[in-house]
């Protein structure tokens, strides 16, 4: 077993100037690093799991593991989306192993105990010797399943461990003073796109899409958004960056590329949207899988009152597909180089295009600071 961080880890990240260090390379790398992230960050904090269009029947299941902690999604007979320990409460197997439909009820396949779309538990058959027998001292209603904190945001999942958690609206009061009139009920859901497993850090995902600094070097084929046309936006726990574009910036920007008006905002931990006028809006979900692993899923939505043919979907699919895949192999290369001693130090960061990574990076060590030795 590693052993556990201690203080000194943060030693140049914490020093003051004009120009800051970094993270160190251990907090992208190491597996302890990484629990002490799961349990004192993502089990403290509302964390985005998921989109409920792609569990849109009553009966649709979803395992999700959130804090290293197996928990599933369930669309209830009344619409609603819940989240439940994913665990039988007569031998703790785990109940749901895969996205399907449950029906009406949730079965265990080791013993039958079978729950209702409400989380009730409505059969243990033998349990107590005959097949609706019980032990006297044993009550149905004190063996549901248990429930997690959810809520649900347009399209979007999210998921509280906590047992007293935060406001969820307090969690979203600053992305919608950033949204402004932008009204991100009026968008469907028109493009998946599953990007599978990238070889990085999530923290380094997250980073890259709250600093623009990258965009103008990287995305130099896709993009048409000069850096010089970018602010930084940083409202609490709301992060990233808006680029705003003239009429004749908006007019000569190359066909195929990204050359609108944009907002490039997250929610700390995990929740990335931005915005591309006049009419679309992206949300993608970056999943912690490992220190060095972190799935990624985008979905891609349009106004009610646009019209896209099938033909410029695909396009936009293919666009932005692209601008992830470039944006991958920078943040596997930085991986990479997390391992060097040289990332000890935590490298430095632009005290103007990069001050929204280091509010981040400072919620991610706030975070964890409680379980470093002294």
């Not at 100037?17 to 160190?24: C, D």
């Not at 959810?150 to 003073?177: K, T, Y």
């Not at 992060?239 to 905002?265: C, D, F, I, K, P």
């Amino acid at each position: 077993m590693q052993p556990e961080p201690d203080s000194a880890l943060l030693e140049h990240f914490d020093r003051a100037g004009e120009t800051v260090h970094g993270l160190p390379g251990p907090a992208y790398t190491d597996d302890t690093f990484f629990r002490l992230e799961q349990s004192h960050l993502f089990g403290h904090n509302w964390v985005f799991v998921g989109f409920a269009h792609l569990m849109d029947r009553a009966g649709d299941v979803r395992p999700i593991e959130v804090s290293g902690q197996p928990l599933f999604l369930l669309r209830g007979r009344d619409g609603k989306i819940s989240a439940f320990h994913n665990v039988c409460r007569h031998r703790n197997l785990k109940l749901v192993d895969g996205d399907r439909n449950a029906g009406k009820l949730i079965r265990c396949p080791y013993h039958s105990w079978s729950y209702d779309l409400c989380g009730a538990l409505r059969n243990a058959p033998y349990f107590g010797g005959g097949a609706r027998e019980v032990p006297a001292d044993f009550r149905y209603e004190d063996n549901g399943l248990v429930p997690v904190h959810c809520e649900v945001w347009h399209d979007w999942i999210f998921v509280n461990l906590s047992s007293e958690p935060s406001s969820f609206d307090d969690f979203l009061a600053p992305i919608h003073r950033q949204l402004g009139e932008n009204d991100v009920a009026g968008y469907r859901p028109v493009a998946v796109l599953d990007l599978g497993v990238v070889a990085c850090n999530w923290k380094l995902l997250m980073e890259n899409f709250i600093e623009p600094y990258h965009v103008q070097f990287v995305h130099s084929e896709t993009t048409d958004q000069p850096l010089e046309n970018h602010y930084i936006v940083m409202d609490g726990h709301c992060l990233g960056s808006a680029v705003e574009l003239s009429e004749s910036q908006l007019v000569s920007a190359r066909q195929g590329t990204l050359g609108v008006t944009s907002h490039y905002l997250t929610l700390f931990p995990n929740f990335v949207l931005g915005t591309y006028q006049p009419d679309q809006i992206g949300v993608h979900l970056n999943t912690p899988l490992g220190a060095g692993r972190t799935s990624q899923q985008r979905v891609i939505y349009t106004h009610a009152d646009s019209h896209y043919s099938d033909g410029e979907i695909q396009q936009l699919a293919d666009l932005w597909r692209s601008v992830h895949l470039e944006d991958h192999e920078m943040c596997v290369r930085l991986q990479q180089g997390r391992h060097s001693p040289l990332a000890a130090q935590g490298g430095v960061l632009s005290p103007h295009w990069e001050r929204g990574v280091r509010t981040f990076q400072a919620l991610v060590a706030d975070a964890i600071r409680p379980a470093l030795t002294r």
